[in-house]
């Protein structure tokens, strides 16, 4: 299974902007499809976006559609996440997953490695 190592979280005002990245390390990323997933405190984790192996396809939760923006790049085996317009209830933890030949599905099922997660705080 392949390692994943999130960073680039903190503390933003509302209205600025992140970037996150996952790197990648002890498989082949090409062949994973990657995603993040976001988890308030006393909140279930919450699909953010996808993006297909070959990251010619993405898809976003309606919540974040229009303000993040998911790639990848296989040569550096990281995948990140662009954060813009962002609001308190952006506010959690946010873990980097991936799916090993799989599909870039909403559910936190179909990914089998996880990361340690990057918390981002959004002030108001």
């Known amino acids: 299974q392949v390692q994943l190592l999130e960073s680039g979280g903190g503390l933003v005002q509302a209205g600025g902007s992140l970037r996150l990245s996952c790197a990648a390390s002890?498989?082949?990323?090409?062949?994973?499809?990657m995603a993040w997933f976001r988890q308030a405190p006393g909140k279930e984790r919450d699909f953010v976006a996808a993006?297909?192996?070959?990251?010619?396809?993405?898809k976003y939760a309606d919540s974040v559609k229009d303000r993040f923006t998911i790639s990848r790049d296989n040569a550096r085996n990281t995948v990140y996440l662009q954060m813009n317009s962002l609001k308190p209830e952006d506010t959690a933890v946010y873990y980097c997953?991936?799916?090993?030949?799989?599909?870039?599905?909403?559910?936190?099922?179909?990914?089998?490695?996880w990361g340690q997660g990057t918390p981002v705080t959004v002030s108001s």
């Open positions: 993006v297909t192996r070959t990251g010619g396809s993405t």
């Open positions: 002890g498989g082949t990323f090409s062949r994973y499809a």
């Open positions: 997953a991936s799916a090993y030949m799989g599909l870039s599905t909403n559910y936190p099922s179909g990914y089998e490695s």
